[in-house]
């Protein structure tokens, strides 16, 4: 059995997706309120990385997250944000 990771190209295709998706938060209006959160904290190219060291992990990819950060609990690593339903909504949306 192959993972999504390895199905879709491997670390090339993945770090194209997370630029593009990272790309539209940016400069789509859905994006606003997550790129606010991402400046106040640090910065969208610190987020671009970790989120592809997430995704690679949970599509079957290299451990790299959680060999920096020890886990991959979502709602522990966003705890310190209100995350309404709107933005997680646009997430989806700029990520779809």
Known sequence: MTSVYADIGGEAP???LVRRFHDLIETDPRGAVILGQHLRGHGIAHVRDEQFGFVSR???GPRR???RHGHMN???LHAHLLIRHEDTQS??????
Not at 91 to 96: A, F, G, N, R
């Open 91 to 96: 997430w989806v949306d700029l990520m779809d």
């Open 65 to 67: 997250f959680a060999e």
């Open 14 to 16: 993945l770090r194209e």
């Open 58 to 60: 949970f599509l079957g």
């Open 74 to 76: 979502l709602h522990e």
